[in-house]
């Protein structure tokens, strides 16, 4: 089933995600919000905002967020996470269709404390492009846009060191292209 992507005598590399207990006090690392959505329930401690219906875990280590036309739908964690030294990683299984509609995107920010300051990672299932965001006032005059591709863009990430942001995007979760 994941032909053309496994070839006969071909190494596959298999990975488990371990997901750190959260210790000390908050603000916590923003790797150690974590969920590998397995549980058939929805977190509400880590997860205390959904809207419009969204959130519901599959079985299968996935969240899925409905969409319904004219409703934005959202699912997020508390503010309590930091990206200093830190990264947030997501990997996309299905992105959403206009399925008729005019307008429909799905993203996976990290919020300031500061209102419409916000970097991450925006889809725009109208026009097919995926795009690496710093906004302020809800905006960013200067994003990195790319054409979406499943296999290029199935992972995203935004991390930051030594105060630099870098927003990547990989194929397996392993190896990384930073466009931003």
């Not at 992507?5 to 488990?16: E, G, H, L, Q, Y």
């Not at 996309?92 to 799905?106: D, F, K, M, R, Y």
């Not at 994003?143 to 060191?161: C, F, G, K, M």
């Amino acid at each position: 089933p994941y032909s053309p992507f496994v070839r006969p005598n071909a190494p596959i590399r298999i990975s488990v995600a371990v997901i750190p207990t959260t210790s000390g006090a908050a603000p916590y690392p923003m790797a150690m919000l974590g969920d590998d959505f397995d549980d058939g329930r929805v977190n509400t401690t880590l997860w205390p905002t959904n809207t419009g219906g969204a959130g519901t875990e599959t079985g299968e280590g996935r969240l899925r967020i409905a969409l319904v036309p004219g409703v934005d739908t959202n699912f997020t964690s508390a503010r309590q996470w930091n990206l200093a030294g830190s990264k947030l990683t997501a990997k996309l299984t299905t992105v959403p269709a206009l399925n008729g509609s005019s307008n429909c995107a799905a993203s996976i920010w990290v919020t300031s404390t500061t209102a419409g300051t916000r970097i991450g990672w925006r889809y725009d299932a109208g026009t097919g492009v995926i795009s690496a965001q710093s906004q302020s006032g809800f905006a960013d005059g200067t994003p990195v846009n790319l054409t979406y591709s499943p296999i290029d863009h199935a992972w995203l990430r935004v991390r930051e060191s030594a105060g630099t942001v870098t927003w990547e995007t990989s194929s397996d979760g392993f190896g990384w292209t930073s466009p931003r």
